[in-house]
């Protein structure tokens, strides 16, 4: 476990989640939202082909390289027939220009999680319990307690499904978010730790929401939520997919229908905003190539604390190629820019003062052999246009940030290899 850390370092991080918005999560998200290249699906060669198990629900996908176990079954009685994965990770981090109370290097549990699932049948659900941690790049590092006791809680989703039809779903409970093309836990992305896009965004939201196959090609999702957690119910979230072939096409978009000056760390300001996401991915033999843009506004709003409309514009792309025997080598470029000056009234949205940018690299050479993967961030960060004080190093003053990260893990479930 890493070293204790202080009331500052806490107090760093909480402040610029609150600034830049505590995306979170995405474990679940649901399969129109981000053309993930592979879903996590059961290998039609990994289990026997009389008794293969269910698939795990369809909501539940993977971004990048890595790829997933089936999972095991058992009948649990009168809950049905269950599915069952288990994920543990540890996490290793070294950077230089650290904030104050953020350490230069540290090490922790960064994932002990349990998904239990009944994929199948009229009443159907999903819950996932354990520890977990979100490092971001641009963000004070969070060890797994801190970060479970200040966001999601030790159940972060949990939801039923009912189908309705062979193309009609209902999904109620705590759900991940629809928008953007990362999710929230390290073994879902292309890269350990996400990206300053991804960390505009919302994660988590409670309500009900209702996918619809739409034709061979299209499908589509609609949710009334709580945005950012914030549990007021004011949220509308979209999604549809265009699929055909190895490109997929997804215009994400969302926004609070009311207004709120409640705020947490997993409830920042803009709450009270809205945004539009476009991902294109292609996938096809070892490539996953997935550029996407993203447009956040936050309205001008007085009575929740903003003075001027302050909007965040930007965008990334993924690129992985998978090498045999297990290498891939994923890496990611991102540049987010936003409005407003230090001086007009203008929301600090990316965390490194009103007005200002960010650029960052990431590459994240990755070995998977079956259950057992391991992997290292190789990460850069730049900013421009900076409030002094707002960026790295001991007295914010540093532009740059690098990082490097490891990650060690197994995946646990229905463990047969050819």
Request: hydrophobic share 40%.
């Amino acid at each position: 476990m890493i070293a204790k850390r202080t009331s500052q370092s806490l107090a760093v991080f909480f402040a610029l989640s609150t600034i830049v918005c505590a995306h979170g999560y995405a474990t679940a998200q649901t399969s129109t939202s981000a053309a993930p290249a592979t879903e996590q699906a059961a290998p039609a060669t990994a289990a026997a082909p009389a008794a293969a198990a269910p698939g795990p629900l369809s909501t539940f996908v993977l971004t990048g390289p890595l790829q997933w176990l089936p999972p095991a079954t058992f009948d649990a009685g009168p809950l049905g027939k269950l599915s069952v994965n288990g994920i543990v990770t540890g996490f290793a981090q070294f950077q230089n220009n650290s904030v104050p109370g953020d350490d230069k290097a540290q090490a922790t549990l960064s994932n002990g999680q349990i998904f239990i699932q009944k994929p199948d049948g009229k009443f159907q659900y999903y819950i996932q319990a354990g520890v977990y941690t979100m490092p971001t790049l641009g963000v004070p590092f969070v060890n797994a307690q801190n970060t479970v006791n200040n966001f999601f809680g030790p159940v972060p989703v949990a939801f039923v499904k009912v189908p309705v039809g062979k193309t009609t779903s209902f999904e109620i409970g705590s759900l991940p978010t629809l928008m953007g093309a990362e999710s929230t836990f390290t073994y879902q992305n292309f890269n350990i730790e996400r990206g300053i896009v991804w960390n505009q965004e919302n994660a988590i939201n409670r309500g009900i929401q209702v996918n619809q196959t739409l034709g061979k090609y299209l499908s589509a999702s609609l949710s009334w939520n709580d945005g950012y957690y914030s549990n007021r119910y004011t949220w509308l979230s979209g999604s549809v997919t265009f699929t055909k072939g190895p490109h997929s096409l997804v215009y994400d978009g969302m926004g609070n229908l009311g207004q709120t000056v409640y705020q947490t760390a997993a409830t920042p300001v803009q709450n009270n905003g809205y945004m539009h996401v476009l991902i294109y991915t292609y996938t096809k033999g070892p490539w996953i190539v997935q550029p996407y843009f993203q447009y956040g506004k936050l309205p001008t709003n007085l009575k929740v604390g903003v003075a001027k409309g302050t909007s965040a514009t930007g965008g990334a792309v993924n690129v992985s190629y998978a090498f045999k025997s297990g290498f891939s080598l994923p890496v990611r470029w991102e540049y987010l820019t936003s409005s407003g000056s230090p001086t007009d009234g203008s929301v600090n949205m990316l965390g490194f003062g009103s007005g200002s940018a960010g650029t960052t690299f990431t590459a994240t050479p990755t070995y998977q052999k079956a259950g057992m993967y391991v992997r290292g961030d190789l990460a850069y960060v730049h900013a421009s246009n900076f409030t002094s004080g707002d960026v790295f190093g001991a007295t914010g003053t540093n532009q740059s940030q690098f990082r490097a990260v490891l990650e060690f893990g197994f995946i646990f479930g229905n463990n047969i290899t050819k």
